[in-house]
C-alpha cells in the first residue's frame, strides 16, 4: 500500500478545519461562556461576601447597641434606684420633721391647756375664797361693819396726814379748793359724815367739798378718793386683796408643785 500525500494534505486540512470550525463554533463561545460563568460567579461571591460583611456589620452594629440598650437599662435601674432612695430618705426626714413639729404643737397645747387649767384653778379658788370671805362677813359684820370699816378709813387718813397736807395743795391748783369723793353702799349715817368731815379737816391743807356716791358693789365700808389717792375700806376691796393673795399663793404653790 503506498502513500497518498494528497491524501494526506486534505486529511490534515480537513483536520484543521475542523479545528478552526470547532474553535469558532464550539471552543470559543464555550470559554467565553466558562468566563463569563466564572465572573458571574465572581460577582456572585464578591456580592455574598459584600452581603455576608454587611450582615457581620449589622450584627455587630445590633450587638453594640444591645450593649448600649444594656448599659443605659442598667443606668436608667441605678438612677431610678439612687432617686427612690433620695425620696425615701426626703419622705423619711419630712416624717421626722412633721413629727417632731407635731409633737412640739401637741406640747404646746398641753401647756397652753395646762397653763389655762391653772389660770382657771387660780381665778376659780381665789374667787371662791372672796365669795365665802364675803359671805362670812356679811353674816359676822352685818349692820356694824359700815361703822368699823368707817372708823378704819378714819385711822387710815391719820397714817397719811402729812402726805396729805401736801398733795391735798397740789391736787387744789390755783381754784385753792378740793374735791373729794366718797363712795358707800348706802347712805351714811350723820355720825359717820362727821367723823369723816373732821378727819378730812385734819388732813386736808385746803378747802374741800364731799361728793357721797351710792355703789352697792362695795358690799359694806366707804372708799374715799383725794386726787389720785385711794383709800378703800370696802368689804368689796379687802375682798380683791384677798383675792389676789390667793393668785399669789395658789400660783407659788403651783410653781413649787
Not at 478545519?17 to 467565553?32: A, D, G, K, S, T
Not at 466558562?34 to 449589622?58: F, K, T, V, Y
Not at 355720825?191 to 362695795?218: I, K, M, P, W
Amino acid at each position: 500500500m503506498s502513500f497518498d500525500w494528497t491524501t494526506f494534505v486534505f486529511e490534515i486540512v480537513n483536520f484543521l478545519l475542523l479545528l478552526w470550525i470547532l474553535q469558532r463554533v464550539l471552543y470559543r463561545p464555550l470559554r467565553e461562556g466558562i468566563e463569563r460563568r466564572r465572573e458571574e460567579l465572581a460577582r456572585e461571591h464578591g456580592r455574598a461576601a459584600a452581603e455576608r460583611d454587611a450582615a457581620r456589620a449589622q450584627r455587630e452594629e445590633a450587638q453594640a447597641r444591645l450593649a448600649e440598650i444594656e448599659h443605659l437599662r442598667e443606668t436608667i435601674v441605678a438612677d431610678a434606684r439612687e432617686q427612690a432612695a433620695k425620696e425615701e430618705a426626703r419622705i423619711l426626714g419630712q416624717a421626722r420633721q412633721d413629727a417632731v413639729a407635731e409633737r412640739e404643737r401637741v406640747q404646746r397645747t398641753l401647756e397652753r391647756e395646762r397653763i389655762e387649767e391653772l389660770e382657771w384653778l387660780r381665778e376659780t379658788t381665789a374667787d371662791g375664797a372672796a365669795e365665802i370671805a364675803g359671805r362670812l362677813l356679811k353674816e359676822l359684820l352685818p349692820e356694824s361693819a359700815d361703822s368699823v370699816l368707817t372708823k378704819a378709813l378714819v385711822v387710815s387718813l391719820g397714817e397719811h396726814r402729812d402726805t396729805l397736807k401736801k398733795e391735798s395743795i397740789a391736787i387744789a391748783g390755783p381754784s385753792g379748793r378740793l374735791t373729794v369723793e366718797l363712795s358707800v353702799p348706802r347712805p351714811p349715817s350723820e355720825e359717820a359724815l362727821h367723823s369723816l368731815r373732821q378727819a378730812l379737816t385734819q388732813v386736808c391743807a385746803v378747802a374741800f367739798d364731799l361728793v357721797v356716791r351710792e355703789d352697792a358693789d362695795l358690799l359694806a365700808g366707804p372708799v374715799l378718793r383725794i386726787g389720785d389717792r385711794v383709800l378703800d375700806a370696802s368689804v368689796a376691796g379687802h375682798l380683791a386683796v384677798l383675792r389676789d393673795r390667793v393668785r399669789e399663793l395658789v400660783e407659788e404653790e403651783t410653781a413649787s408643785g
